[in-house]
């Protein structure tokens, strides 16, 4: 029998692994999602492409890499023929990593001397120019991404934040090679290579330059980037003709029940459509850090309010708010601990909504929907329509059944929480 599995993807968080699989089903590849490190003997059915959801941001190094080679040997074992390793596009990372351990990690697991590391995103505003990454029109060092409170991006030099992380040498990929096609992009590498550099940065500024890199990729072993570096290559196997077209659909049948809408970004998208959802009426809860660690807010609370309030319409259960709230919040209460009572509140809260009645999700914030979606017990998810560029409304292979849009609190527009219903059918 013929191996289906072509490409084999890791992501480093949740919304990050369905924005990835979004772009492969986009392209054409019947794609999975798979929700943590598939356990032995895990079957993916006939996809072409499997990605494979981890919560490894932002936890030690260590664990990072540890989690990262156990997916990719499973994908290994499953026969993936090209690897992806898949981060955000404003490369969240600290000093420490966990980008620049997990690919130097991955390229000795395969045995790949040299890679292209490439976060571009011009849909979502994310491009790089001369090794820097623009946020919009900003650098990255100038754009809010500098007070995100887990990952502070001051530095908008990708060859420099990446080489802090790593032993590899790194380089970079300018954008007049990329323009100049896949054979100039080659050579390029070539050369690098013989130079003793290991990890190259890669210029890309438009889709089209996406789509050179993809075909430059064709014979990669390992591809490491944002969800916009997929985009090419997928083509390479339908030149080869190895897949076909599955055509993303429009609308997505979703089951019975009542809408939630549940925010822990803090970020100034999110914050943004949070305020379009209290401006339109929809009833909104905040949750209080301090309270919930001194016992005033509790998830019975908070899931009283929620059913209190219920109607055809979702409700808004939020924590967002400013940079200088957050950093005061941190300070009080340590960084981890402060999101981490967040995030527990909010699994709680989905689990007991569930039992409720609940069966449609949007939740905002990458490790806010890991842990909603570890917490629901949720497996494997089919990609839907895409909502806004990076977000598709997702919906869960086997128990429980639910209709999930998992967003990355950097994307959509303001009224994204108003919308993204219109999508769904009964």
Not at 30 to 58: C, H, M, N, W, Y
Not at 241 to 248: D, N, S, T
Not at 341 to 356: H, K, P, S, T
Request: charged share 15%; aromatic share 4%.
């Amino acid at each position: 029998m013929t191996n289906s599995l072509l490409i084999g993807a890791i992501a480093d968080d949740l919304t990050g692994a369905t924005d990835l699989a979004l772009m492969l089903a986009r392209n054409g590849m019947k794609t999975v999602q798979v929700i943590g490190v598939p356990t032995e003997g895990t079957s993916f059915g006939d996809a072409e492409a499997v990605v494979i959801a981890l919560k490894s941001r932002t936890i030690a190094a260590d664990d990072a890499v540890a989690m990262s080679l156990a997916s990719a040997m499973a994908l290994q074992a499953a026969g993936a023929e090209q690897f992806i390793f898949k981060y955000c596009s404003t490369f969240d990372s600290t000093a420490a990593g966990n980008i620049g351990p997990v690919a130097e990690a991955l390229m000795d697991f395969l045995d790949v001397p040299i890679a292209i590391a490439c976060p571009a995103f011009p849909a979502a505003g994310r491009s790089i120019y001369q090794g820097h990454l623009f946020v919009g029109s900003a650098l990255l060092s100038d754009s809010p991404m500098r007070d995100h409170p887990l990952t502070p991006m001051r530095d908008a030099n990708l060859v420099r934040v990446l080489q802090a992380q790593t032993s590899a040498r790194v380089g970079l990929i300018p954008l007049d090679i990329v323009s100049a096609g896949p054979a100039s992009i080659n050579a390029l590498l070539g050369k690098a290579q013989q130079a003793g550099f290991r990890l190259m940065i890669a210029d890309a500024v438009r889709d089209a330059d996406l789509r050179v890199l993809g075909s430059a990729l064709a014979g990669a072993r390992l591809v490491t980037g944002g969800s916009g570096i997929a985009m090419g290559l997928p083509e390479n196997f339908r030149q080869q003709g190895r897949i076909g077209a599955e055509p993303v659909p429009e609308r997505m049948a979703a089951p019975k029940g009542k809408p939630v809408i549940l925010a822990g970004s803090c970020s100034t998208a999110t914050r943004g459509q949070v305020q379009a959802a209290i401006d339109a009426g929809r009833p909104a809860l905040r949750i209080v850090p301090a309270d919930v660690a001194s016992g005033v807010q509790s998830v019975a609370d908070v899931a009283n309010w929620v059913l209190k309030h219920t109607s055809t319409k979702p409700v808004l259960v939020y924590s967002s708010d400013e940079p200088d709230a957050v950093l005061a919040v941190q300070e009080k209460l340590g960084r981890e601990e402060a999101g981490l009572l967040v995030e527990q509140l909010l699994a709680n809260l989905a689990v007991i909504l569930r039992d409720n009645g609940f069966t449609r999700f949007v939740v905002a914030g990458g490790e806010t929907s890991g842990a909603v979606v570890a917490a629901l017990g949720v497996q494997a998810l089919q990609i839907g329509p895409e909502i806004a560029p990076g977000v598709p409304w997702t919906r869960s292979i086997g128990e429980p059944d639910l209709a999930l849009a998992l967003k990355s609190g950097n994307f959509g527009a303001p009224d994204f929480f108003l919308t993204a219903w219109d999508l769904l059918d009964d």
